[in-house]
């Protein structure tokens, strides 16, 4: 069983767009009036995923993918709570239509109704709602709702407690992944997403989090931003901070292996656990297309995978196995698509 | 001849955290008196560098240390214009001293006055007084004043240029590193400066700065951030935006070697030619103390060189020859001092 656990729904029809460009307009006009989102019909759907990313993963050889909304268009700098619920709602609404056409190939990760300094109780209702109703199987979590200027505290704050006290009752992880930046100087899939995982390490290295959260996991996407190859300097830096090895977070802590060539994920598997590496591409993701001088898809990390120096069993727990530790709903989905 | 060309004067005596104080306060009640700075002499002085970082080098087996003045400490983000030339004009002053004291082993490199959004006109004329009138050989160049939000333009924007043609001028590259970050959720030695490491070099991807300043030279710190590990992602992102592979930002642009594991800097150098990169250690830096599990100084970033896959050659260009080319102005320091 081979499980991508980062893939967003960046193929949605025109329509998701369309709504959101109302919704921003409505806004901008000062007008409550909500639009309405029309609904793509399932043959638009189906054909917006099946060329795409099932196409993706069915030639390169993977069994599901987790699906999430697309992460830029997530957008949670835009400060009203209403349209962040509605806008979320959508999304998520649109990425369960795909589940239940491909039930056996595409599990839900939902997109949260954030808003920078944004209460909690919002968030709670739409992971209950993406979960228990919905059937999804994680959601992502935005640690930056401000778009790159860190304006919320950092994710081992109680601010984020109650949020976190409903995904361990869910039993859901959280994938840890910003959205759009709002600076031109910060590029939101070259830089802002690759800081936002480093940052977050790094939060999560200064707190206890997990002595209070035991049950919770975070999974830390594009290979954990920097942290690997500065495995060093966070060891360090935790010695001379008189704070506990990073190595002390892994129980809890997970990295996918968004990393678009060799020598990157022979460093990601080299520093880190075959047991806290999860597959994953990003697909249809940040890069497409194929490396001029291989052939290879950039973002084929299936292919990097392979031909890593991971033992057998290590491969299986990477490719398939940790997924559905770390995502135990997923488990029973599939399980229970299989047993029908 | 090997040369660290990323040294903080991290140990100055106290007087100048001291000065420091006393403009922060008089900023913050209003008042227009600038204070004085108390000098320290130059046993206390020399007390200060020997003891640490000429101690480490020597120990370590460097022959020179390029030394600018702390990089959290030059605090950008403060607003006041005339607060930040003061603050630069001490704090390079200082330097200098020091390089006065130890001219065989220590080169000065130049903090600017920046300030968020600010004007070229203060900086450049710092660049041109430390450079011409003080001898230092290279300036720090802060990519984002006001600490982590990221409210300036890119450095490929004309915003810049009046910099970059001083420094073309005065042939001296600008090493690109910001200062404290303003975030509690942003940590400045874990996140900050890996993420504006990273940031700058997407930045660079996007502008045709080069083609503007072909004599323009810029070295980015600890080992370029995230740079080198996801190279795959740059080059799929470069190809999938119609810009030039990241490798042709190598004739202007250089990478350290702070990277504090040896798996680390063997990607780097795996990744990138080792024409373009450049031994430092950040010493006394972020990160102090041995790794207890090998006894290797965190930040002997020698020791992993000498033990990476390179060639004799390959090796001292790395530990000086590079240097000399990228840092000119050091080289002919250096003659003058071996002829005198």
New interface residues.
């Given amino acids: 069983m081979i499980i991508d656990v980062h893939g967003h729904f960046t193929t949605a029809p025109p329509a998701l767009q369309e709504f959101r460009d109302a919704q921003l307009a409505a806004l901008s006009e000062g007008r409550a009036s909500a639009p309405r989102m029309v609904w793509p019909d399932d043959a638009e759907l189906r054909a917006a995923v099946e060329h795409h990313q099932l196409r993706v993963l069915r030639e390169r050889g993977g069994d599901v993918v987790a699906l999430s909304p697309r992460a830029a268009g997530m957008e949670h700098h835009v400060p009203d709570q209403p349209t962040a619920v509605a806008w979320a709602r959508v999304c998520n609404d649109l990425v369960h239509r795909v589940c239940e056409l491909f039930p056996d190939h595409v599990a839900g990760v939902a997109q949260l109704p954030q808003v920078p300094r944004g209460e909690m109780a919002p968030l709670v209702r739409e992971a209950r709602r993406c979960v228990e109703l919905l059937g999804f199987v994680g959601v992502n979590l935005d ?2 709702p401000s778009g ?7 994710l081992t704050d109680e601010h984020w407690f109650p949020l976190y006290e409903a995904l361990v009752e869910l039993d859901v992880p959280a994938m840890v992944h910003v959205s759009s ?1 709002c ?5 939101t ?4 997403y ?2 936002a995982d ?2 977050v ?3 999560l ?2 707190g206890e989090l997990f002595a209070r959260f035991p049950g919770l996991r975070l999974v830390i996407p ?2 954990g ?2 942290v ?10 935790a ?2 901070r008189g704070l506990p090895d990073p190595a002390s977070l892994l129980d809890n802590v997970f990295f996918d292996t968004c ?3 060799q ?2 994920v022979d ?2 598997l ?2 880190l656990p075959a047991h806290n590496v999860l597959f994953a591409s990003e697909m249809l993701g ?4 194929a ?2 001088e291989t052939g290879i898809e ?2 084929d990390t299936l292919r990097y995978l392979r031909a890593a120096a991971l033992s057998e069993h290590e491969l299986a727990a990477v490719l398939g196995g940790n997924a559905l530790r770390v995502y135990p709903r997923l488990a029973r989905r599939l399980e229970g698509r299989a047993s029908a």
Same sequence: chains 1, 2.
């Fill in positions: 640690p930056d790159g200027r860190w304006e919320d505290p950092p930046s600076s031109p100087a910060l590029d899939l070259g830089a802002h690759l800081a480093t940052a390490f790094v939060q290295m200064q594009h290979g931003g920097a690997p190859f500065h495995w060093g300097r966070y060891r360090g830096l010695a001379r990393v678009y060539h020598r990157g460093l990601l080299d520093v940040a890069v497409r297309g490396d001029p950039w973002d």
